[in-house]
T-cell receptor, first 114, second 114 residues
């Protein structure tokens, strides 16, 4: 069955530290990849997405992610986190034919200490 | 443009009862997906509807059902509630059912089963 795995459930960093959140998926066909973020008290919202082309994609607020097809991975990175990045981050994969679905990982809770 | 609206915001039910949750997508969006969110499990895919047709279904028992109306509004029904059904139920809409659709989420309905 198709699945999305996020390597870390909880991450605690100090401001200015670098961030990398791991994401792997299992699906043999073509996929579109997403990272969504849920800030405290807010809706889930799109952070960035990969459809095709350059495997290094940039999103909002200085986040970027790299798609490595051979590793079925789509890791999220940020060179220097801020206190306002405290949130829960979800990796997601969209796939299908004749009807699509988006499945999500379990999420990673990031806490950034000021 | 109004966002995705879910009602009610909170629900308390007892075991054995049934419940209906409602979702109004963003105006013009024709696809609606439902997810169950629980701590540590992330978002579990329930189903996705497009133009009143269920296009995809997750691995949930038949007690979970849904439908979509001609105005794209969607309802989700859970019958014979169990304690384990306590969760945040999220609805997401997107313009179509394309491969590269990003999802727009509502605030969710928090269901507590006692």
């Amino acid at each position: 069955a198709q699945s999305v795995s996020q390597h870390n459930h909880h991450v605690i960093l100090s401001e200015a530290a670098s961030l990398e959140l791991g994401c792997n998926y299992s699906y043999g066909g073509t996929v579109n990849l997403f990272w969504y973020v849920q800030y405290p008290g807010q809706h889930l919202q799109l952070l960035l997405k990969y459809f095709s082309g350059d495997p290094l994609v940039k999103g909002i607020k200085g986040f970027e992610a790299e798609f490595i097809k051979s590793k079925f991975s789509f890791n999220l990175r940020k060179p220097s986190v801020q206190w306002s990045d405290t949130a829960e981050y979800f990796c997601a994969v969209r796939f299908g034919t004749g009807g699509f679905k988006t499945i999500f990982g379990a999420g990673t809770r990031l806490f950034v200490k000021a | 443009k109004a966002g995705v609206t879910q009602t009610p915001r909170y629900l308390i039910k007892t075991r054995g009862q049934q419940v209906t949750l409602s979702c109004s997508p963003i105006s013009g969006h024709r696809s609606v997906s439902w997810y169950q969110q629980t701590p540590g499990q992330g978002l579990q895919f329930l189903f996705e509807y497009f133009s009143e047709t269920q296009r995809n279904k997750g691995n949930f028992p038949g007690r979970f059902s849904g439908r979509q109306f001609s105005n794209s509004r969607s309802e989700m029904n859970v019958s014979t509630l169990e304690l384990g059904d306590s969760a945040l139920y999220l609805c997401a809409s997107s313009p179509g059912d394309g491969y590269n659709e990003k999802l727009f989420f509502g605030s969710g309905t928090q269901l507590s089963v006692l």
